[in-house]
């Protein structure tokens, strides 16, 4: 069964409007868990490494403004898409390392995010 | 040049045929090493997982590291149409801070 829950699996929304998507461990505590966004036949790329306790380390290139994330507790992460646009439109997955960290990761099943 | 590089495909093969497919990358120091199979508008499911160098088997599916060559590869044996998806290699330099390199992903179609 799944170990990562992700939430909502679709959103569509004006332009505008912000969007919060949660990603949840179940079962196990995460102290970490990854934010990933993939456009359409393309593969994943890493947005943010979420850390429950302190700020989220952002990758280059990624506005931190824009996506805002909260590791509010040890299995729940969430990220916040502000202001959204119609360029903001995507695939957003989450993962969270095993119970004993390391590899491999376990992703949730993605928000196709689309902004009218 | 990309970090990991995987044909994107896609490959078309009949049903029971054996499937391979492969990744190089560049980062010598990647030690994790990841197949994940993602349907279309699904999150990636892992399939393989194999530290270092070495063969791994697990049904019908088979994962090879060679670190010398910079090379991995997962072949599927007695190909199924369920078995049509995209196939993503992963790869990681460190267990501790998690974060994982993708290729493009090969997509592949199991014809009945």
């Known amino acids: 069964g799944a170990v990562v829950s992700q939430h909502p699996s679709r959103v569509i929304c004006k332009s505008g409007t912000s969007v919060k998507i949660e990603c949840r461990s179940l079962?196990?505590?995460?102290?970490?868990m990854f934010w990933y966004r993939q456009f359409p036949k393309q593969s994943l790329m890493l947005m943010a490494t979420?850390?429950?306790?302190?700020?989220?380390?952002?990758e280059q290139g990624v506005e931190k403004d824009k996506f805002l994330i909260n590791h509010a507790s040890l299995t729940l992460s969430t990220l916040t898409v502000t202001s959204a646009h119609p360029e903001d439109s995507s695939f957003y997955i989450c993962?969270?390392?095993?119970?004993?960290?390391?590899?491999?990761?376990?992703f949730g099943d993605g928000t196709r995010l689309s902004i009218l | 040049q990309k970090e990991v590089e995987q044909d994107p495909g896609p490959l078309s093969v009949p049903e029971g045929a054996i499937v391979s497919l492969n990744c190089t990358y560049s980062?010598?120091?990647?030690?994790?090493f990841m197949w994940y199979r993602q349907y279309s508008r699904k999150g990636p499911e892992l399939l393989m997982y194999?530290?270092?160098?070495g063969n791994k088997e697990d049904g019908r599916f088979t994962a090879q590291v060679d670190k010398s060559s910079k090379y991995i590869s997962l072949f599927i044996r007695d190909s199924q149409p369920s078995d049509s998806a995209t196939y993503l290699c992963?790869?990681?330099?460190?267990?501790?801070?998690?974060?994982?390199?993708f290729g493009q992903g090969t997509t592949l179609q199991v014809k009945p």
């Open positions: 993962s969270a390392p095993p119970k004993t960290g390391g590899q491999p990761q376990h």
């Open positions: 079962d196990f505590q995460a102290t970490t």
């Open positions: 979420s850390n429950e306790g302190s700020k989220a380390t952002y």
């Open positions: 980062n010598s120091a990647f030690q994790y």
């Open positions: 194999t530290y270092s160098s």
């Open positions: 992963a790869m990681s330099d460190s267990g501790n801070t998690g974060k994982l390199i």
